[in-house]
């Protein structure tokens, strides 16, 4: 069972991984990076575009809709806001100097939302084709 839900989720998977190491490695601010008002939040918008499109992507590749896919579609979209909201919280409690903030975690939903929506309009001529 957990070997069929690695070689199924594996992408995702990797996603989780990267975005865990860079929400938690500790960036030094000497680096003489360009930087502008927000990019922050414009990165946790796109790791976390990625983060839903792969876990709607994975399970449309090992799911059928009419046998409980539906929710697995939505807990694509929870997964991504539940993960988001407890990067925040052990960023503050543990990973000092990184801080807890909201609106980073409103970048992570807006991400998710968009990935998902984007994987759904990408994707929802095969789904249908295969499915319905």
């Excluded at 680096?31 to 946790?44: G, R, T, V």
């Excluded at 876990?55 to 799911?63: E, G, I, K, N, R």
């Excluded at 801080?99 to 309009?121: K, N, P, R, Y």
Aim: charged fraction near 15%.
């Amino acid at each position: 069972m957990i070997k069929n839900f690695v070689s199924t989720y594996w992408k995702s998977m990797l996603v989780v991984l990267i975005i865990t190491v860079l929400s938690v490695y500790p960036f030094s601010s000497g680096l003489n990076i360009p930087h502008f008002k927000f990019q922050d939040k414009l990165i946790h918008t796109f790791m976390y575009v990625a983060l839903a499109f792969f876990l709607w992507y994975d399970t449309y590749s090992a799911c059928n809709p009419k046998s409980g896919g539906r929710l697995l579609l939505s807990i694509i979209l929870l997964f991504p806001t539940i993960y988001g909201g407890f990067i925040e919280i052990i960023q503050d409690l543990f990973f000092p100097p990184r801080t807890a903030e909201w609106l980073d975690w409103a970048a992570d939903i807006v991400g998710s939302v968009i990935g998902f929506m984007l994987a759904l309009f990408l994707l929802r001529k095969k789904w249908k084709k295969t499915n319905y």
